[in-house]
């Protein structure tokens, strides 16, 4: 949705944004995608366990995900950041 958004506006404005500004924009897309279809299904099979009281090894999950969430909140503030400063 967030990528029709763009091309829209872009279609409508007739100009290109700068490399910056899409590849912020792409690095937020693949770090989303991470933390779908990687991160957070394996977070629900940790947490599953733990719910039924069977043991689980220590992981670096958590630390994956937060550093991941601190990442995609750059991308999108930078990427806010040079869609502001266009004239």
Do not use: M
Request: proline fraction near 7%.
């Amino acid at each position: 949705l967030l990528a029709f958004i763009v091309l829209w506006s872009v279609a409508l404005n007739e100009t290109i944004p700068p490399f910056q500004q899409i590849g912020y924009f792409l690095a937020v897309l693949v770090i989303l995608a991470l933390q779908s279809f990687w991160l957070l299904p394996q977070l629900d099979i940790r947490a599953k366990a733990v719910i039924s009281g069977l043991p689980v090894k220590p992981s670096h999950l958590h630390l994956y995900f937060i550093i991941a969430e601190t990442l995609k909140l750059c991308g999108l503030v930078a990427s806010g950041i040079f869609l502001f400063k266009q004239p």
